[in-house]
């Protein structure tokens, strides 16, 4: 089992930053990918960034350019740096961890955090 912390979510103005924070516990060693994913009031879960062990990122169309996910392998924590923050980013952000491969292009995360809040106003 792997255990994930969030934090750093909040209230911010449209085109301001927030960076949020996941600190990973437990059975780490099974995992070699952390990512974000968000969910907005009557839409489904979706991928923001997700980054590997080795540094191996992806984006969302809709965050490319404006938001950044980085880790820290030693503390086992990874960030997603949001800047030009717009209203439809509004939604609960979710930490999730898992990995990725080995056959193609593609993420499996099976652990998640409880979320965390953010929400730009106009």
């Known amino acids: 089992q792997v255990q994930l912390v969030e934090s750093g979510g909040g209230l911010v103005q449209a085109g301001g930053s927030l960076k949020l924070s996941c600190a990973a516990s437990?059975?780490?060693?099974?995992?070699?990918?952390m990512g974000w994913h968000r969910q907005a009031p009557g839409k489904q879960r979706e991928l923001v960034a997700a980054i590997t062990y080795g540094g191996r990122t992806n984006y969302a169309d809709s965050v490319l350019g404006r938001f950044t996910i980085s880790r820290d392998n030693a503390k086992n924590t990874a960030y997603l740096q949001m800047n030009s923050l717009k209203p439809e980013d509004t939604a609960v952000y979710y930490c999730a961890a898992g990995n990725y491969g080995p056959y193609g292009s593609t993420w499996t995360f099976r652990s998640w955090g409880q979320g965390t809040q953010v929400t730009v106003s106009s």
């Open positions: 437990g059975s780490i060693f099974s995992i070699d990918a």
